[in-house]
């Protein structure tokens, strides 16, 4: 008997947890060389593949390599996190054509296309940020509690904010495509920020520039499969998946209910979304409780496991597996 299983990725399943890329990270100190050497970039994307064949591979690479093809001076510093020049204006970037800009990225599709001859059977995720999610690592300058910055950006200089998240959007679907020329199956846009706005301020800056990245993706190429990640919308989900086209959607641990009757009805499948909180501790039956009511929740959407955010640095390898025997020796209570 052949059984459809749910299929596992995890956020960020290449990284820090695994002894094999901190050995990589340990000889190439700067992130984002890193993200732009194709074999490593290629290697580092098929370690957790080859460590837990989980049923997809996705791009090693970091959503701030659009502030950098912009020309905005982008570092990652140890235990910091990123860091950027501030920009207040599209002026402050100096940057020409949209073609100079990806040929400054080009690497990136060189990996793809290494990941394409060596992804047997398994489907290959290519992402960006969300240009909201964008816009506030160059505002912001980095890593932001408060996020002061960027609500006083969007709220009281609304027009400088409008023209960069056109660059921002425009520059991401050609970037995508790029990606799909190359090989991805699918692409998945992080919108890691989309909980900081509301109402009108959501409707401008998140639904309408991922419609526009959807329906150009689509229009693009049918065959790609789209994967949204508006984190933290909660009710605005609802929203979210009635205006932008979307195959997958993928959820973190605060969503409205109706959303998976809305996702059946519109054939999207649901992803997520174990906190990765749950993977850190050493208490196995807390983990097989949380990740079963999981599977029982979603079990009549078409379902793809994931966490509700990345893994986490401090992560035991264990627990990863645990979750995966878990979740591939499951079987849907009736
Ligand atoms: O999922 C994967 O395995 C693919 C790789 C991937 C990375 N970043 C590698 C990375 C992906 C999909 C991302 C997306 C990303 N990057 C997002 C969206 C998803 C999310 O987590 O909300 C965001 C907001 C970023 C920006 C970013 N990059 C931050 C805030 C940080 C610092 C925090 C951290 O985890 O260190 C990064 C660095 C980063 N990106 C690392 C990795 C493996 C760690 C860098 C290191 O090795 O020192």
Redesign the pocket.
């Known amino acids: 008997m052949i059984v459809n299983k749910t299929p596992i990725w995890f956020?960020?399943?290449?990284?820090?947890y695994l002894p094999e890329y901190r050995a990589i990270?340990k000889k190439e100190k700067n992130?984002l060389d890193l993200c732009l050497s194709p074999e490593l970039a290629a290697e580092i994307s098929l370690q957790p593949i080859k460590r837990f064949d989980f049923d997809f591979i996705?791009?090693?690479?970091?959503?701030?390599v659009i502030p950098f093809a912009l020309n905005q001076k982008v570092s990652?510093l140890?235990s910091h996190?990123?860091v950027l020049d501030p920009i207040e204006s599209k002026l402050d970037l100096n940057y020409r054509e949209f073609d100079v800009c990806l040929k400054k990225i080009s690497n990136i599709f060189q990996t793809i296309r290494i990941l394409t001859e060596k992804k047997n059977k398994k489907k290959l995720i290519g992402?960006c940020?969300g240009p909201f999610?964008v816009l506030n690592y160059m505002i912001e300058g980095g890593?932001s509690v408060s996020h002061k910055k960027i609500i006083n950006f969007v709220r009281n200089k609304n027009k400088k904010a409008k023209e960069i998240m056109e660059i921002l959007t425009d520059l991401s679907i050609e970037y995508l495509k790029k990606q799909i020329e190359s090989g991805v199956d699918c692409v998945k846009i992080?919108e890691?920020w989309a909980g900081l706005l509301n109402g009108d301020e959501y409707l401008n800056f998140i639904i309408k520039p991922n419609q526009k990245i959807s329906q150009a993706i689509r229009s693009f190429s049918s065959r790609t499969k789209i994967i949204h990640f508006p984190?933290g919308s909660k009710d605005n989900y609802t929203n979210f998946i009635n205006e932008v086209i979307c195959d997958v959607i993928s959820l973190d641990e605060s969503y409205p209910e109706e959303i998976l009757k809305i996702a059946n009805k519109k054939n999207i499948s649901i992803q997520g979304n174990l906190n990765p909180k749950d993977l850190l501790s050493g208490d196995d039956d807390r983990l097989k409780e949380k990740t079963l009511a999981i599977l029982e929740k979603f079990k009549n959407n078409k379902h793809i496991f994931n966490l509700s955010?990345?893994i986490l640095p401090k992560t035991p390898i264990e627990n990863v597996m645990n979750t995966i025997k878990i979740v591939r020796n499951y079987e849907p209570t009736k």
């Open positions: 956020m960020r399943q290449a990284g820090r990270r992130f996705i791009l090693f690479c970091d959503i701030l990652f140890p996190g990123p992402f940020g999610t890593t992080f890691s984190r955010h990345g």
